[in-house]
């Protein structure tokens, strides 16, 4: 796969539009049908955030290099992402006094960042499943080891 390969298929992308329906359980997705269920577990079953920011460390990779050749990839990437994402307003991603609109939104990012340097630099495609999630409409919110939250 090529980065602009990258780009179109995130383009085509329905984000979060399928959230809260079923997906089948596996030994690596633990689905939850609810934010209020995956608030909960969150804490509760040792998951932690999907990482958000250029400064989070990558669960799967550590601290990855980011190559100045990726630039405008990276830069067409944040673009079509803001464009996509940042008109959301679901529901589903509300739940009491918590708004994580824009965490789900900078999640998605991050994802997208990350496969990118995977295919950049020919690391493993751990970001596979996870862009791979968010196709199916569905939010890969939180990680334990071998195993994705989703929403």
């Known amino acids: ?6 780009l179109q298929r995130i ?7 399928r959230l809260g329906e079923a997906l089948p359980a596996t030994s690596d997705v633990v689905p939850v049908a609810s934010l209020a269920q995956a608030l909960q577990a969150i804490d ?4 932690g955030w999907m990482p958000t920011t ?9 601290v990855l290099p980011r190559p100045p050749k990726l630039a405008e ?13 940042s008109a959301l307003d679901l529901p589903a991603l509300r739940c009491g006094a918590h708004d994580l609109h824009l965490v789900a939104r900078d999640a998605a990012m991050f994802a997208g960042r990350q496969r990118l340097l995977e295919i950049h630099l020919g ?23 071998g195993r994705l939250m989703v929403l």
Request: proline share 10%; aromatic share 12%.
């Open 11 to 17: 383009d085509g992308i329905r984000f979060f539009s």
């Open 73 to 85: 990839h990276r830069r067409e990437l944040h673009r079509s992402l803001m464009r996509m994402l």
């Open 44 to 47: 509760a079953d040792g998951f």
């Open 54 to 62: 250029l400064d989070d460390p990558d669960p799967f990779h550590g």
């Open 123 to 145: 690391l493993p495609a751990h970001w596979e499943p996870v862009i791979a999630l968010y196709e199916q409409g569905h939010w890969p919110l939180a990680h334990a080891p």
């Open 1 to 6: 796969m090529e980065a602009t390969d990258l």
